[in-house]
């Protein structure tokens, strides 16, 4: 596990206001994507803003607030969720956390992005075959 390169300040500051603005454009701009998870308490869909890559069938993103964000916490309990792209909607399913020494496979950028910060792997589903 990786030490979060942005502290939990700045990373409340941006749930209240910087998400709000980037939700507008997220779902349409890459790599902008939003994440959209279920609350482990609430049951309540939310969506959140990220910077994403697909590489093949997955979907990778970088963790810099680290693993105990709430989405991640959300989408690792529920074990799936869904991604908006591209301004179109897909599921997402076995997502992992990854760090340096668990990307051997991935391409090499990610394996450099992972020794600065833990990453978000998952699967992405394509529409009409089940994963």
């Known amino acids: 596990m990786v030490k979060p390169l942005m502290p939990r300040s700045v990373a409340r500051f941006n749930k209240v206001v910087t998400n709000r603005v980037q939700g507008v454009y997220a779902p349409f701009l890459p790599p902008f994507a939003?994440?959209?998870?279920?609350?482990?308490?609430?049951?309540?869909?939310?969506?959140?803003?990220?910077?994403?890559?697909?590489?093949?069938?997955?979907?990778?993103?970088?963790?810099?607030?680290?693993r105990d964000a709430?989405?991640?916490r959300n989408l690792l309990a529920e074990g799936h969720g869904g991604v908006e792209r591209l301004g179109r909607v897909r599921r997402i399913e076995n997502p992992q956390v990854l760090t340096a020494a668990d990307t051997a496979e991935l391409p090499a950028w990610t394996?450099?992005?992972a020794r600065h910060m833990d990453i978000l792997v998952a699967d992405v589903v394509t529409p009409g075959r089940s994963g």
């Open 111 to 113: 394996r450099q992005a």
């Open 70 to 72: 709430d989405w991640v």
């Open 34 to 66: 939003m994440i959209v998870h279920k609350g482990r308490r609430s049951g309540r869909e939310y969506r959140t803003p990220v910077t994403a890559f697909r590489s093949g069938g997955r979907l990778i993103v970088g963790l810099p607030y680290g």
